[in-house]
């Protein structure tokens, strides 16, 4: 269990905050490569060439994602995904990979710095995402897999369901990253929280 604190809540030490009991754990998870992908999916050259480049099939249902053992792709649009490196990946050479995806038809945007992300995961992680997000977090409506596009406050974010456990990865802009983090240590504070050390983004 994580050591207790009585510092204030929102606090980024590693540690026990709010209620006694641990009903949720927050942990930043560290993007070490993100890049955007833009193509149509109308074009065959472009799908392969994407499959070829990143060794995994973009997701092609909205707000699904697809994993492998070094990338997360997420469904951003009918045209957009967003690629995380997960572990050693195929996201390297990205001038390489950038020039033959637009000979392909398709565009490569290295978005690495844009974006802050955490892990928000326990028995009440559902409830401290709902508390600022209009999505219904029930597994029947979002589950492990699902990833999808809202607010959480005012704040756009982008959450992704990884496992039943339940276990969230929420993305939102750098800019935003302080005010996210104080919302989600204040609807956790009920339940009592875990502050866990940084990893990488999984």
Same mark, same amino acid.
């Given at each position: 269990?994580?050591e207790?604190?009585?510092g ?5 030490? /590693?540690?026990h905050?709010?209620?006694?009991g641990?009903g949720?754990?927050? +942990?930043e ?8 992908v ?6 065959? +050259?472009?799908v ?5 480049l990143? $060794?995994?099939a973009l997701?092609?249902? /909205? ?7 070094a990338v997360t792709?997420l469904w951003?649009?009918p045209a957009?995904?967003l690629?995380?490196?997960r572990a050693a990946?195929?996201?390297? $050479?990205?001038?390489? *990979?950038r $020039?033959?995806?637009n000979a392909?038809?398709?565009?490569l945007f290295d978005?690495?710095?844009?974006r802050?992300?955490?892990t928000?995961?326990g ?6 995402? +709902? *508390? ?19 607010v959480?406050g005012?704040v756009?974010?982008?959450i992704? *369901?990884?496992?039943?456990d339940?276990?969230?990865t929420?993305?939102v802009?750098?800019?935003?990253a302080?005010?996210?983090w104080?919302?989600?240590?204040e609807?956790a504070?009920?339940?009592g929280?875990?502050v866990l050390?940084p990893a990488?983004f999984r």
């Amino acid at each position: 269990m994580p050591e207790a604190h009585d510092g204030p809540i929102g606090s980024t030490r /590693p540690g026990h905050y709010g209620a006694a009991g641990i009903g949720v754990a927050l +942990a930043e998870a560290t993007i070490t490569l993100a890049w955007n992908v833009q193509g149509d999916l109308a074009g065959p +050259a472009f799908v392969e060439e994407a499959r070829r480049l990143f $060794d995994v099939a973009l997701p092609l249902a /909205p707000n699904t994602t697809a994993r492998t053992g070094a990338v997360t792709a997420l469904w951003l649009g009918p045209a957009s995904w967003l690629l995380v490196a997960r572990a050693a990946s195929p996201l390297v $050479d990205y001038a390489a *990979k950038r $020039d033959a995806l637009n000979a392909a038809g398709g565009a490569l945007f290295d978005v690495s710095a844009s974006r802050v992300a955490w892990t928000v995961s326990g028995p009440h992680a559902a409830d401290v995402l +709902a *508390k600022g997000c209009p999505l219904d977090f029930h597994p029947r409506a979002f589950a492990t897999g699902t990833g999808a596009q809202s607010v959480f406050g005012h704040v756009n974010v982008l959450i992704d *369901k990884r496992d039943d456990d339940p276990t969230f990865t929420v993305m939102v802009a750098r800019s935003f990253a302080r005010d996210v983090w104080h919302a989600f240590c204040e609807a956790a504070a009920q339940y009592g929280y875990g502050v866990l050390p940084p990893a990488p983004f999984r």
